[in-house]
T-cell receptor, first 114, second 112 residues
Framework: DQQVKQNSPSLSVQEGRISILNCDYTNSMFDYFLWYKKYPAEGPTFLISISSIKDKNEDGRFTVFLNKSAKHLSLHIVPSQPGDSAVYFCAAKEGGASYGKLTFGQGTILTVHP | NAGVTQTPKFQVLKTGQSMTLQCAQDMNHNSMYWYRQDPGMGLRLIYYSASEGTTDKGEVPNGYNVSRLNKREFSLRLESAAPSQTSVYFC???????????FGPGTRLTVT
């Protein structure tokens, strides 16, 4: 039972255009969502997060949108750069836990072409 | 600050052999985690330690044991390795509450 799903295994965009990565979840108890970026042979690195009390969080070129009624979040990267090429994972945390146990999606490989 | 460190980076084991993956963090975090990453599966939680002195099973604990040696160190042991345990293993740490996890560089393990 996959509680966090990234249904697009890969995405290819041109440099300068917008990249939109999507993530769906099924567990209504999730209250905190994160996006991680992973380069080959490295560990995932934190990118941006959003609490369930918000519907948008922005950090430079990265914006995360949360639609609680649809149980859907998306990551927008504008403008996309070749250095953004990586695997992107969305993750979610259940409310009520004092520790940060996360459930991850399968990942989406983003390729940004020069 | 080194962040989260893992040793070894690579390891090849024969079926039935045992080994311990080491993890240490220097960020004074309370919580630590072990994940495995397999193609098309994302990261799956093996075990976690919410705080020093406690450990709990995650999503895929079978075949593994853990030890929270102190606040800094959290080790993962494979008692009798199986080919199904071929994977990339990541250790992570975090503060309490809703905060991001910081990951180590990973250990690539192959079991033949």
């Amino acid at each position: 039972d996959q509680q966090v799903k990234q249904n697009s295994p890969s995405l290819s965009v041109q440099e300068g255009r917008i990249s939109i990565l999507n993530c769906d979840y099924t567990n209504s108890m999730f209250d905190y969502f994160l996006w991680y970026k992973k380069y080959p042979a490295e560990g995932p690195t934190f990118l941006i997060s959003i609490s369930s009390i918000k519907d948008k969080n922005e950090d430079g070129r990265f914006t995360v949108f949360l639609n609680k009624s649809a149980k859907h979040l998306s990551l927008h990267i504008v403008p996309s750069q070749p250095g953004d090429s990586a695997v992107y994972f969305c993750a979610a945390k259940e409310g009520g836990a004092s520790y940060g146990k996360l459930t991850f999606g399968q990942g989406t490989i983003l390729t940004v072409h020069p | 600050n080194a962040g989260v460190t893992q040793t070894p980076k690579f390891q090849v084991l024969k079926t039935g052999q045992s080994m311990t993956l080491q993890c240490a963090q220097d960020m004074n975090h309370n919580s630590m985690y072990w994940y495995r990453q397999d193609p098309g599966m994302g990261l799956r939680l093996i075990y976690y330690s919410a705080s020093e002195g406690t450990t709990d099973k995650g999503e895929v604990p079978n075949g593994y044991n853990v030890s929270r040696l102190n606040k800094r160190e959290f080790s993962l042991r494979l008692e009798s390795a199986a080919p199904s345990q071929t994977s990339v293993y990541f250790c992570a740490s975090s503060e309490r509450g809703p905060s991001e996890q910081y990951f180590g560089p990973g250990t690539r393990l192959t079991v033949t």
